[in-house]
Nanobody, 127 residues
Framework: QVQLVESGGGVVQAGGALRLSCAASGRPFNSYYMAWFRQAPGEEREFVATIGWGGAVTRYADSVTDRFTISRDNAKNTVSLQMDSLNPDDTAVYYC????????????????????WGQGTQVTVSS
């Protein structure tokens, strides 16, 4: 059974940093895109960042470019999100996700392209 478990969320002041981690189990995902999405109260789930199976391809939402960095460790079946220069607009529940299909030849950025999801971890940025 596939399971994704996020960790690392918490409360931080504006300008601070957090590092989220997601551990996948049940099968290897070294041929799948892995991503982070977030959902703020009353808002739709939105794309944050994604990384290709080899780690060379990454894509970020405009709102987090130059502040967030996504990385993965295929040996450990994990994906991480380093979040720097946080601001209150980054407050949300953050979810890790794995693409529905392997060896995608394009970079998936919409939620419906991801078939495995974690339970989410809360990130709160105070002003």
């Amino acid at each position: 059974q596939v399971q994704l478990v996020e960790s690392g969320g918490g409360v931080v002041q504006a300008g601070g940093a957090l590092r989220l981690s997601c551990a996948a189990s049940g099968r290897p995902f070294n041929s799948y895109y892995m991503a982070w999405f977030r959902q703020a109260p009353g808002e739709e789930r939105e794309f944050v960042a994604t990384i290709g199976w080899g780690g060379a391809v990454t894509r970020y939402a405009d709102s987090v470019t130059d502040r967030f960095t996504i990385s993965r460790d295929n040996a450990k079946n994990t994906v991480s999100l380093q979040m720097d220069s946080l601001n209150p607009d980054d407050t949300a529940v953050y979810y890790c996700a794995v693409a529905r299909r392997s060896f995608l030849t394009y970079t998936p950025t919409t939620a419906d392209e991801y078939g495995y999801w974690g339970q989410g971890t809360q990130v709160t940025v105070s002003s």
